[in-house]
């Protein structure tokens, strides 16, 4: 009988870690799947590289965005560029300001996942 009451405690005990592994696995699936990662290239070289879109806290690679159901966009405060990624073309405008006027750069983008 004192077998029983000892499993009876390990059961639940057992019970709740299953339960705590499987809430903690789903909130990571949850949470990756309100990131994308999206490689952009560059129309004229060809170079690609890629940015993190974070939906659920409103940033792209960790700078504020201003995500709506048409465009993506953000300021990258190290190069004063501003990005607007077109959500249905994936057409990337970068606006570069500068001293002398400053200039546009064109890329595409795509999802990455």
Same mark, same amino acid.
């Given at each position: 009988?004192?077998?029983?009451?000892?499993?009876?405690?390990?059961?639940?005990?057992?019970?709740?870690?299953?339960?705590?592994?499987?809430?903690?696995?789903?909130?990571?699936?949850? *949470?990756?799947?309100?990131?994308?990662?999206?490689?952009?290239?560059?129309?004229?070289?060809?170079?690609?590289?890629?940015?993190? #879109?974070?939906?659920?806290?409103?940033?792209?690679?960790?700078?504020?965005?201003?995500?709506?159901? *048409?465009? #993506?966009?953000?300021?990258? *405060?190290?190069?004063?560029?501003?990005?607007?990624?077109?959500?249905?073309?994936?057409?990337?405008?970068?606006?570069?300001?500068?001293?002398?006027?400053?200039?546009?750069?064109?890329?595409?983008?795509?999802?990455?996942?």
């Amino acid at each position: 009988m004192a077998l029983i009451a000892c499993l009876v405690p390990n059961r639940t005990l057992m019970m709740g870690i299953a339960v705590s592994a499987v809430a903690a696995s789903s909130f990571a699936l949850h *949470a990756r799947s309100e990131e994308r990662i999206v490689t952009c290239a560059n129309d004229a070289s060809g170079a690609t590289w890629q940015i993190k #879109i974070d939906y659920d806290r409103s940033t792209v690679d960790s700078h504020p965005a201003r995500i709506s159901d *048409a465009t #993506i966009s953000w300021q990258d *405060a190290t190069s004063g560029g501003n990005y607007t990624l077109d959500r249905k073309s994936g057409k990337l405008t970068v606006v570069v300001p500068s001293s002398t006027g400053g200039y546009f750069l064109y890329h595409h983008c795509r999802p990455g996942n």
